[in-house]
């Protein structure tokens, strides 16, 4: 691996003295001494919540519904998962693992940090739209702090760290100048993935990803032009 992203690879994956096991909000996994009664129940509870959800979407089903196909009662269902928003979450845990790990492997190859930069961004659309129901989801309950937080995820950290590692290997390649302020444009040239507005965009507006992908990788040539009357 690239030790460009050996930093990166640690905020998803942990060292092995203090190895990380998070779902996608960032929640610790299930310990290893959990009872196999509850690992059942959690592992029923998903199965049921991934099929009705990708039947009907997530606001069509109601948590009742879920208990009663998965046949736990409610408050095992509570419990476990107390709204529809941490079952979104859970049911990201492993597409957001796989995500990292197919996009880090790409971005680590060849070509120079712009061109590697507008492919990340460009997987990263078409991540947001595989799972855009699920994303939409678990972000819809949360509310105040809750939905801040979400800045702040280790999911979130992990995008942020990717951008900013490759706009600061470009700027010491000479691709984009020294004096652009990196840590910003990482959280600008991120914004407009956020899964509000991507799902403005995508159901609303009506905007298709192929035209949210070309804009954002629009925006990173755009980073290196000269300034006016330069």
């Known amino acids: 691996m690239s030790r460009l992203f050996e ?4 905020i998803s994956e942990g060292s092995r003295e203090e190895r990380w096991e998070l779902d996608y909000a960032g929640r610790p ?9 509850a690992v059942r129940n959690r592992r029923r ?5 991934r099929r009705l959800f990708a039947e009907r979407g997530v606001t069509r089903v109601s948590m009742s519904e879920i208990a009663r196909v998965a046949g736990v009662g409610k408050g095992t269902l509570y419990r476990r998962f107390p709204n529809k928003g941490a079952l979104c979450h859970a049911l990201l845990d492993e597409p957001t ?3 990292q790990r197919e996009a ?9 940090p712009v061109e590697r930069l507008r492919r990340f961004l460009d997987r990263l659309v078409w991540f947001m739209e595989e799972h855009l129901d699920l994303f939409y989801g678990g972000h819809e309950a949360l509310s105040g702090p809750g939905r801040l937080e979400q800045m702040s995820s280790p999911a979130y950290e992990w995008r ?3 951008v900013l590692a490759l706009l600061r290997a470009a700027q010491r390649e000479g691709e984009i100048p020294g004096d652009l302020d990196v ?4 959280i600008a040239l991120l914004a407009p993935l956020d899964v509000d507005l991507y799902y403005h965009q995508r159901r609303v507006r009506g905007i298709p990803p192929e035209r949210i992908s070309a804009g954002l990788r629009a925006l990173v040539p755009a980073l290196s032009a000269p300034p006016e009357g330069g």
């Open 97 to 99: 693992r796989e995500f």
């Open 45 to 49: 509870i998903l199965r049921v919540a």
């Open 7 to 10: 930093g990166v690879r640690g």
């Open 104 to 112: 880090l492997a790409e971005v680590s190859g060849g070509g120079g």
């Open 29 to 37: 996994a299930a310990p290893e001494g959990e009872r196999s009664d």
């Open 160 to 162: 942020r760290a990717v």
């Open 183 to 186: 840590e910003y444009l990482a």
